[in-house]
């Protein structure tokens, strides 16, 4: 689906010269594959194993109640996120642009680093299954650490990246240079967050899910703080373009993560999070 979406955007965009609606029809045509691409054997599976099409909605209900500590996480998050963009666009046509392709390149190596985080669930799981807490407990942070040390390299990657390739996302020398520093600190900051990413992997995992709904809240609450913070300060002071980026990454680094990392390694120091996955 990816491929096919990058593909598409390709014709449609340069070959087409389309512009966003050519982005957003081949952003659809992707979108209708992959869901066809999904459901069509799933319904071929359940009709095949005897099980009913037609939703049962008590059974949804349920579902729905047992997984809105999970939705009140990512609810927070997301509000985070778009707290974030609309801080981004009061800082400048230039910040904001900055933004946009260091917030890319930063997703693109998120959803990397968050196999670590998807492994240690299957590794957790195994010793909790096997009532083994202790070794639960030492694995946990053993991945943990190697989210953190394995983002050293990555973070060293993104700030090389960030100073070399900045002309290939824009051809003013300004949003180039801006590009470069929001990419280095963010390559500073990757470490913490591959240990907090890691965490977070085993927490969801594990069933926590009360705890991080919490959690998650109370950093969001704190984050907007910040982000209004960061706006007044820009008013007040009068930044340019590059106090405006170096400021808007580090709050997001230090407090939208930091906090982030802050709540997942308190909650590990103990075994608490372990009785939410042995009662699954």
């Given at each position: ?53 037609k939703p049962h909605f008590q059974h949804i209900l349920h579902s729905a109640g047992t997984g809105m500590p999970l939705f009140v996480r990512t609810l927070a998050l997301r ?202």
């Amino acid at each position: 689906g990816a491929v096919l979406n990058t593909i598409l955007d390709v014709i449609a965009v340069f070959g087409l010269n389309m512009g966003i609606a050519g982005s957003g029809i081949a952003t659809m045509i992707a979108q209708w594959y992959m869901g066809l691409v999904l459901t069509i054997p799933a319904v071929i599976w359940a009709t095949q194993s005897g099980a009913r099409l037609k939703p049962h909605f008590q059974h949804i209900l349920h579902s729905a109640g047992t997984g809105m500590p999970l939705f009140v996480r990512t609810l927070a998050l997301r509000v985070c996120m778009v707290a974030t963009v609309v801080t981004a666009t009061h800082l400048g046509t230039n910040t904001l642009a900055a933004y946009q392709v260091a917030n890319s390149c930063w997703n693109f190596v998120m959803n990397i680093l968050d196999a670590i985080g998807i492994a240690a669930q299957t590794i957790v799981a195994a010793a909790l299954g096997a009532g083994c807490r202790k070794r639960a407990g030492m694995i946990t942070r053993i991945c943990a650490q190697v989210g953190a040390v394995s983002s050293v390299g990555v973070g060293l990657f993104m700030i090389f990246v960030g100073w070399s390739c900045a002309p290939l996302f824009s051809q003013h020398t300004d949003i180039q240079f801006l590009i470069s520093v929001g990419m280095t600190i963010l390559g500073l900051f990757l470490p913490l967050a591959g240990w907090m990413w890691a965490l977070d992997g085993v927490l969801i995992g594990a069933g926590d899910h009360r705890y991080l709904a919490k959690a998650c809240s109370v950093m969001a609450a704190v984050y907007l703080t910040f982000l209004a913070l960061t706006s007044v300060f820009d008013v007040v002071v009068d930044a340019n373009d590059v106090v405006r980026t170096i400021t808007l990454w580090v709050v997001l680094n230090a407090v939208y993560i930091g906090g982030r990392a802050i709540g997942n390694s308190l909650r590990i120091r103990n075994d608490t999070w372990m009785d939410s996955a042995l009662k699954m």
